[in-house]
């Protein structure tokens, strides 16, 4: 069950009419079992795998918390943190390690048999798993205490808004929430509906129709000309920023309409003026997970008393952000692009801060400049989330470097991102994704109105799936 499906609205409606009438212990017991019907219409039997990830989690919590020597904390932090990404590690990886074992072997000249593990990936495996483990990382750093109801705990780890594709919530932000007893202002209920409102228009009418352009170069992996390549890239980036940040749009505004707050995810990426300001930007709850609970301590690790040098531990942090997104080696080169291009600009930075420029104008143009470079440098990086295979990945940026000749066709449809473009721009001015809710009523009415227009008439409602549906 998707958030852009009829059957969601309905499911929704139910669940938040009986939701509104209900004290706070009875609402999240509702919430809880919403969390595993909405599961369920994908695939009940992988429940099983969210129910022991919860009851794991929810013990170990409690052995950390209890134990007053550090080595015991230490451990049962351990066996939790490698018990979870065991159970990520094999319904994500099993069949990668095995086949490039296998290729390893025939390398050195042992030939086996094909094995195909033929392993189903559970639905959201990748983001809650990722939920969860700041739930026993943090309380062995002392952030929160552990709690001793096992239903908000459940409810915490199968809460459905973010059940699938986050935002990546940390259980000091999330589960409070949960435990107190939580009121619904009418401001929270309009920027509820607005939120889902807006993520419905960025999914079914930015992203499925620019994913019709996108198609037909990428997956159906065709023979194009590099300005093709190039275009279907400029493309590929605005369908999966709309389809990614619809789909948090909509989580954080069903929370917000239940009298949650779940953290932002997107912050107008494509208008970042440097690597570092790109991924403060773009799929937040990630980045800042991976810099928390990864990168800094790697980065205060010893090894053999000594620390590891600073390009080593970003580029083994984004090599492991980049398999993270999936059993693939794209997955890994799209890590080390952007590990390298961070180091690239860690170096330049003292340099490039001693740059002063006083005449507006020329601010101005450097500035537009700065935001056209780093885009670029994006849409050549999601060449390996748009490629089927590395060897592709290799052949689109041949065809764009050497090859650039070609037109790629346009449709009416297109027209339909202007809304899109303009609010773009206005959130990232005024830094205020609410910036709407400042205009004048007519101006407000008006904007609204066009949204709904171009929803019915340029929106697929052939319910096509989010990017990270099944991740």
Not at 34 to 43: C, E, I, N, P, T
Not at 160 to 183: C, D, M, S
Not at 198 to 223: C, M, Q, S
Request: hydrophobic share 55%; with cysteine.
């Amino acid at each position: 069950m998707q958030f852009n499906t009829l059957h969601f609205a309905i499911f929704f409606i139910i669940v938040y009419l009986i939701y509104v009438v209900l004290r706070q212990k009875w609402q999240n017991l509702l919430l809880l079992l919403a969390g595993y019907v909405f599961y369920s219409f994908w695939d009940w039997r992988f429940l099983s795998v969210i129910i022991i990830s919860t009851i794991l989690n929810y013990y170990l919590g409690i052995k950390i918390e209890a134990s007053t020597d550090e080595k015991k904390r230490k451990f049962f932090m351990v066996w939790a943190v490698c018990l979870n990404l065991a159970i990520l590690g094999f319904f994500k990886y099993s069949g990668f390690f095995v086949a490039n074992f296998q290729a390893l072997l025939g390398f050195v000249g042992i030939h086996t048999s094909r094995a195909s593990l033929n392993i189903v990936l559970p639905l959201g495996i990748s983001f809650y798993t990722f939920i969860v483990m700041t739930y026993t990382i943090d309380i062995n750093r002392g952030a929160m205490k552990p709690t001793r109801n096992f239903l908000d705990f459940a409810l915490f780890v199968s809460f459905f808004p973010t059940l699938v594709a986050g935002p990546i919530e940390r259980a000091r932000n999330l589960l409070p929430q949960i435990q107190n007893k939580r009121a619904i202002t009418r401001e929270q209920f309009y920027e509820g509906c607005w939120l889902i409102f807006w993520g419905l228009y960025k999914k079914i009418v930015v992203a499925d129709n620019l994913a019709k352009i996108t198609r037909p170069v990428f997956e159906e992996a065709g023979h194009y000309a590099g300005r093709e390549v190039l275009l279907a890239a400029y493309a590929f980036a605005f369908q999966i920023y709309a389809d990614f940040s619809g789909y948090s749009d909509m989580a954080r505004g069903l929370a917000r309409l239940m009298g949650f707050e779940l953290m932002a995810n997107f912050n107008a990426p494509f208008f970042a003026r440097n690597v570092y300001d790109l991924w403060q930007r773009w799929h937040i709850s990630l980045t800042t997970w991976i810099k928390e609970y990864v990168f800094y301590p790697l980065a205060l690790a010893k090894f053999r008393g000594r620390q590891l040098p600073a390009p080593l531990v970003i580029i083994l942090t984004w090599s492991l952000m980049g398999f993270w997104h999936g059993a693939s080696w794209k997955f890994v080169l799209w890590g080390l692009y952007h590990g390298a291009l961070v180091v690239i600009y860690s170096r330049l930075k003292p340099y490039l801060s001693g740059i002063t420029i006083n005449n507006p104008f020329l601010k101005r143009v450097v500035t537009a400049a700065q935001i056209f470079l780093i885009f670029n440098l994006f849409c050549l990086g999601i060449l390996f989330f748009a490629c089927g295979s590395v060897s592709q990945v290799l052949y689109s940026f041949k065809q764009i470097f050497f090859y650039g000749s070609g037109t790629l066709g346009l449709d009416l449809s297109m027209i339909a991102m202007i809304p899109f473009l303009v609010l773009e721009y206005r959130q990232f001015r005024s830094d205020d994704e609410l910036v709407l809710f400042k205009w004048p009523l007519l101006k407000r009415v008006f904007m609204c109105y066009i949204i709904l227009y171009c929803i019915l008439l340029f929106g697929d409602f052939g319910v096509q799936k989010y990017y990270y549906f099944q991740f």
